[in-house]
């Protein structure tokens, strides 16, 4: 497992998830520069335009745009299958990729909405792991 990754918000997340998985077709967007500690994605600007203007994709709020990092993850790596499930009694999405025949393997993540558990799940799939600080620290 690689380094993780401290996300401070939502918008950070979902640019991890549009330079970290391949496929997904997010050439447009201007290349991240990440700023701060070795690790922590503090300050993430964009170079040639601001980061809620012409950033990424929502993907962890955004059902269709988490979707679409399902799409490219099933295509692009080994894990060819994936489970959404809901918890009522925790009140948390629960999400898996994994091979065929091998449900019991491969990555999973669990977030109170569907959409950043499908980021969050996708980002393991392809190697990054996060941890999420959301609303601490400046």
Known sequence: MSEKLVVWSLRELDALVATSIPSLDCRKLPVPEVVGVPGHIRELGW???????????????????????????????????????WDGDDGVALVHFFQPGREDAGPEASFATAPTAIALCALRAVGVEVEMRLGEGA
């Open 47 to 85: 170079k040639n335009g601001s980061l809620l203007e012409e950033g990424p994709p929502y993907f962890s709020s955004d059902i269709g745009a988490a979707w679409e990092a399902v799409e490219k993850v099933t295509k692009s790596t080994a894990y060819r299958r994936f489970d959404l499930l």
